[in-house]
Antibody, heavy 116, light 106 residues
Framework: QVQLKESGPGLVQPSQTLSLTCTVSGFSLTSYNVHWVRQPPGKGLEWMGRMRYNGDTSYNSALKSRLSISRDTSKNQVFLKMNSLQTDDTGTYYC??????????WGQGVMVTVSS | DIQMTQSPPVLSASVGDRVTLSCKASQNINKNLDWYQQKHGEAPKLLIYYTNNLQTGIPSRFSGSGSGTDYTLTISSLQPEDVATYYCYQYNSGHTFGAGTKLELK
């Protein structure tokens, strides 16, 4: 069955770099897109960026200067790296499978706190 | 960037009510809109795709409609398990979520 699971540090210091991994199973990264979506505590959803099935990437213009998404198809993993973290980057980070333009499967999310 | 405005921010309704949630885009999004349901502490779930297509496994009391800039999610008979926050999402140009409508039981 299709599964996605996010992993990474729960706590990151301000100005540091966040590194998250999305490990997928039940589908191929060369057939489906994987997106990253985040949610500050008590707030709404924000689309961050996408790894397309063909390896192309696209990013939220507000985050583009700080964000990088990559993948390792042999390990079924998609990576998110975002630098210069600030306290308003605190939140839950989700990876989700893109089926055409829809998000049909989601990971459970990983909570990231930016604090010294 | 396209802005998505959802209304109302909070909606209180009773079990069995017909409930309508609205989403307005800042420009024509050509029906390229999904609705997601997020229950407390859970990941979002796809309910409706491309304006009016029910995702597999979603109860038929959920339906979507709209065109141009104005879109609606309707729950024909509210059930207790429908308590959640609902987000619209456009993918016509870029990717934008609305701020959500929190649906509560009266």
């Amino acid at each position: 069955q299709v599964q996605l699971k996010e992993s990474g540090p729960g706590l990151v210091q301000p100005s540091q770099t966040l590194s998250l991994t999305c490990t997928v199973s039940g589908f191929s990264l060369t057939s489906y897109n994987v997106h990253w979506v985040r949610q500050p505590p008590g707030k709404g959803l924000e689309w961050m960026g996408r790894m397309r099935y063909n390896g192309d990437t696209s990013y939220n213009s507000a985050l583009k200067s700080r964000l990088s998404i990559s993948r390792d198809t042999s390990k079924n993993q998609v990576f998110l790296k975002m630098n210069s973290l600030q306290t308003d980057d605190t939140g839950t980070y989700y990876c989700t499978r893109g089926f055409y333009n829809n998000f049909d499967y989601w990971g459970q999310g990983v909570m990231v706190t930016v604090s010294s | 960037d396209i802005q998505m405005t959802q209304s109302p921010p909070v909606l209180s309704a009773s079990v069995g009510d017909r409930v309508t949630l609205s989403c307005k885009a800042s420009q024509n999004i050509n029906k390229n809109l999904d609705w997601y349901q997020q229950k407390h502490g859970e990941a979002p779930k796809l309910l409706i795709y491309y304006t009016n297509n029910l995702q597999t496994g979603i109860p038929s009391r959920f339906s979507g409609s709209g065109s141009g800039t104005d879109y609606t999610l309707t729950i024909s008979s509210l059930q207790p398990e429908d308590v959640a926050t609902y987000y619209c999402y456009q993918y016509n140009s870029g990717h934008t979520f609305g701020a959500g409508t929190k649906l509560e039981l009266k």
